[in-house]
């Protein structure tokens, strides 16, 4: 059975920095691309960032782009999203998603096979 499982969420204070990983079991996730959404209170879910499956080609929100860092490890099956200079409006439950086939997740979410339960980020202003 696939798995993904977020950690690393928590309550930090606007400026602060926190770490999101996301560990896959059930499969080898080379094959897969890899990636973080987020749906904050009353929203609707948005993509936050993508990486192909060597870990060379990235993909941001333009909100976060030089704020947050993704970055994985195939070795480990996991995927990490760091995240700096967080912003109240970065408030949201953060998801792992993962897919094949694509060089990229697409930010409308269509393609992915698996979620994470998700990890929530709270930004205090």
């Known amino acids: 059975q696939v798995q993904l499982v977020e950690s690393g969420g928590g309550l930090v204070q606007a400026g602060g920095s926190l770490r999101l990983s996301c560990a896959a079991s059930?499969?080898?996730?080379?094959?897969?691309?890899m990636g973080w959404f987020r749906q904050a209170p009353g929203k609707e879910r948005e993509f936050v960032a993508a990486?192909?499956?060597?870990?060379?080609?990235?993909n941001y929100l333009s909100s976060v782009k030089g704020r947050f860092t993704i970055s994985r490890n195939n070795a480990k099956n996991t995927v990490s999203l760091q995240m700096h200079s967080l912003k109240p409006e970065d408030t949201a439950v953060y998801y792992c998603?993962?897919?094949?086939?694509?060089?990229?997740?697409?930010?409308?979410?269509?393609?992915?096979?698996?979620w994470g339960k998700g990890a929530l980020v709270t930004v205090s202003s």
């Open positions: 059930g499969r080898t996730f080379s094959s897969y691309v």
């Open positions: 998603a993962v897919a094949r086939g694509l060089l990229l997740l697409r930010p409308s979410g269509y393609g992915v096979e698996y």
């Open positions: 990486i192909n499956l060597s870990g060379s080609i990235t």
